[in-house]
Structure formats: C-alpha cells, structure tokens
C-alpha cells in the first residue's frame, strides 16, 4: 500500500482527501485508515506540482474539522449504545479505554493531542460527544487540531520535498518512519501494560 499511496493519491484528488480525512477522523470504520501518512505523502506531491499545497492543506484541515465534528455528535447521540456493545471487526472495548485514559491525562487539550495518535484520533471526538463535552470548547480544541494536523502534516510533506531534490525517490522509507513515530504513542502504552 506504501509503494502505491502516491498513485492512490493522485488517483483520488481533492475530493478523495477530504473524505478519507473526514473518515478517519470522526467515523469508526476510519480507524484503518492512513491517515499521517497519506497527509504527508500528498504534501509532497503538492511539491511536485500535482496538487495546490494552500487548496489541499485547506481541504485537508475541512475534512479534520467536520469529521471531528461528526464524531462528536454521533458520540453524543449513538454513544452508549454503541459503547456497550460486544468486541466487533471495527470496535473494541480497548479503543474506548485508552482513550478515556488519554481524556483523563490531558482534558480538552486532548482534542487537540489525539490528532497524532492513530486509533485515539478517531476515537476521541466520539468520547467527547459520550462525555458530553461542551461543543464549544470542543469546537476551539478541534479547529486547533484540524490547523496543526490536516494543514500542518500536509506542509511539512510541502517543505521537505520542496528542500530535498528528489525526495520523491525516498518516499518509502518517509513514510515507514512516520507511520512507525505514529505508533511510538500505542507502543509505549503497550509497554506499560506489561
């Protein structure tokens, strides 16, 4: 899927960004989503002249912030249902325990915190939604995030490939590091467990 994420990315266009952000943002099916990766590796590409860096970091952001957006009110709707269900293929009891944990640790900052953490990002807008956030400082926390996520990983994809001549060539390996410090979160609290 690497090797190919270019081609997936110039395949599906702004419009396909928004939505695959928008998912893995604020749905729970959205949890195997690329999400830092694919933000990063679309940058990139804006640096080779194949997207608008300014349109994508904005459609980007858009898709973070409304997915979130989402997540939250379908949390604040759905939540206990869905919440108190069995283990399924797209839900686990875990999910939601880490991030309580990481909501406990952090308060509202962890809006903001969650979008860097794989799983606890799509999770989060749904627990705040569950634990009846008031929306407005979700909404403050989340515009923040979206900023710093959506915007900000696709620039510095932006940067690094308008720096480094043919960085194109070393995308593999890019973007194996970021997916690998994506997880370090999960791994560390994996660790700790033990």
């Known amino acids: 899927m690497i090797a190919n994420l270019p081609l997936f ?9 928004f939505c695959i952000v928008f998912a893995e943002s604020g749905l729970l099916f ?3 989503l690329p999400g830092d990766s694919l933000l990063f590796t679309a940058g990139l590409l804006a640096s080779q002249g194949w997207f608008d860096v300014r349109l994508l970091a904005a459609i980007c952001a858009a898709g973070a912030l409304l997915g979130d957006s989402t ?7 759905f939540g206990p249902k869905v919440f108190s269900r069995e283990d399924s293929r797209w839900f686990h009891k875990e999910y939601i ?3 309580k944990k990481f909501y406990e640790k952090y308060g509202a900052r962890a809006v903001v915190l969650a979008r860097f953490v794989p799983i ?3 999770v989060a ?3 705040a939604g569950v634990g009846r956030m008031r929306y ?4 403050l926390y989340n515009t923040i995030g979206a900023l710093l996520w959506g915007a900000g990983i696709t620039y510095l994809g932006y940067t690094l490939g308008t720096a480094i001549p043919n960085s194109e060539n070393y995308l593999t390996p890019i973007t194996l590091a970021i997916v690998a410090i994506s997880l370090l979160p999960i791994l560390r609290e994996y660790l700790k467990k033990k």
């Open 9 to 17: 990315i110039q395949t599906i266009g702004y419009v396909g960004m």
């Open 30 to 32: 959205g949890i195997f």
């Open 71 to 77: 997540g939250y009110w379908l949390g604040a709707k």
């Open 97 to 99: 325990e880490r991030t």
């Open 120 to 122: 606890v990002r799509t």
């Open 125 to 127: 807008p749904l627990l």
């Open 136 to 139: 407005a400082t979700f909404f």
